[in-house]
């Protein structure tokens, strides 16, 4: 795991700055202990996402696993080897017939150049990363945001993320789950570190979840 690419205590500060709630969320969630997983290959990163999409972790990294061990010698960050790799065996490996058709769009995407190497993508800015990635079947805009992430962006806000609206019902008070919409506008006070906010919300279900569970 890598450390932010960016302040920590400066996005808290930011972010306790601009509204008081958020301040007392990081007042009981503690210290900013956002990490992220390190990208080798693009191809290699949103294969995984594909696989893991609507599945339970344990299930997604068995499958993971399986479709990883065809290419024991890292042929699984070469999009060629992917796409050339018959339907059947990565069905054999657990994948469904839409996500292999998903992972070898996104093969043929990588090898015309559509989706680009990890450089190319460092000198994108998110809005153009996003609309790369929806050019893959399979890969929507949460997928290509949680791929903004793996990147370590700093002002990334998921506002279809159950996990986010839900920490916002709860540190807010609501009575229901907000609209992407009116989220998306209660966050710009937020910018430029919406990353460490949706963080942030998440923390807010796990507090919530911990207090439930209190004797």
């Not at 279809?160 to 992407?180: H, K």
């Amino acid at each position: 795991m890598l450390k932010l690419p960016y302040d920590p205590e400066e996005a808290v500060r930011t972010l306790a700055e601009a509204d008081p709630v958020m301040a007392g969320l990081i007042e009981r969630a503690g210290p900013l202990r956002m990490e992220y997983r390190a990208v080798r290959t693009p191809f290699e990163a949103l294969t995984r996402a594909i696989i893991y999409q609507q599945l339970s972790g344990k299930a997604a990294a068995t499958i993971y696993g399986r479709v990883a061990a065809l290419f024991p010698d890292g042929g699984l960050h070469d999009p060629a080897r992917v796409r050339d790799t018959p339907d059947e065996t990565l069905r054999a490996a657990g994948m469904s017939r839409a996500k292999v058709a998903a992972v070898k769009d996104l093969a043929e995407k990588t090898l015309e150049g559509v989706i680009p190497g990890l450089e190319a993508f460092r000198t994108m800015d998110d809005a153009e990363i996003i609309a790369r990635l929806v050019t893959v079947r399979g890969i929507g805009t949460w997928t290509a945001e949680m791929f903004l992430f793996r990147l370590g962006r700093p002002d990334v806000f998921p506002v279809t993320d159950l996990g986010v609206r839900r920490g916002f019902m709860l540190a807010y008070g609501r009575p229901e789950l907000p609209a992407p919409t009116a989220l998306l506008a209660h966050g710009e006070r937020w910018r430029p570190f919406r990353s460490a906010a949706s963080w942030y919300l998440w923390r807010a279900v796990d507090l919530h979840r911990a207090a439930q569970t209190e004797p």
